[in-house]
């Protein structure tokens, strides 16, 4: 494991062009929210790699995820989904349609309410969930054993959920 900092990275570069022309900003935060973007968009094409032999992207692993998680009998409401992960109404519909014709969810009628919709984890569903996730997470962990050590990783872990509980 290599727990150096790299000498100076890209957005080094950035920040060093600011002071340059406006030596009065603190760019402190650009650094940090900078690096966060750029490993967000770093691990999402490693995570799309590790889910594509699953026949999926991120987005519908999201899906999978989250009817899993949500734990026997793994069903949730388009409403409850689309609350969770953030996407709008027609996003979460066009990922439905495709893992529905895939098999790895069911659409069903609510039974409390005659207006509503039921999404089911399929058994192959959550079998691909399962499977998934681990690849999903291996890609993580070989990141965060790449450059933390494990007190490192738990430190930095609790420091961003401070960061982002503070955003609101």
Do not use: C
Not at 76 to 87: G, K
Not at 141 to 158: F, I, K, M, P, W
Request: aromatic content about 4%; proline content about 5%.
């Amino acid at each position: 494991m290599d727990t150096q900092s790299p000498a100076h990275d890209a957005v080094d570069a950035i920040t060093d062009q600011w002071a340059a022309v406006r030596p009065d900003l603190d760019t402190v935060p650009m650094a940090v929210f900078g690096r966060i973007y750029r490993l967000a968009n770093a691990m999402r094409g490693k995570v799309d790699k590790a889910y594509a032999p699953y026949g999926m992207a991120l987005g519908e692993f999201d899906v999978l995820a989250t009817l899993r998680r949500s734990g026997e009998p793994y069903t949730l409401s388009p409403r409850e989904l689309t609350a969770t992960l953030m996407i709008t109404t027609g996003g979460m519909t066009g990922r439905l349609d495709k893992l529905e014709k895939a098999g790895l969810l069911t659409r069903s009628p609510d039974p409390t309410d005659r207006r509503g919709l039921r999404v089911t984890l399929s058994e192959r569903g959550k079998e691909l969930a399962d499977q998934a996730v681990g690849a999903g997470l291996a890609e993580q962990r070989a990141a965060l054993e790449g450059a933390l050590s494990e007190e490192e990783a738990d430190q930095l872990a609790g420091l961003l959920r401070r960061l982002l509980a503070s955003t609101g």
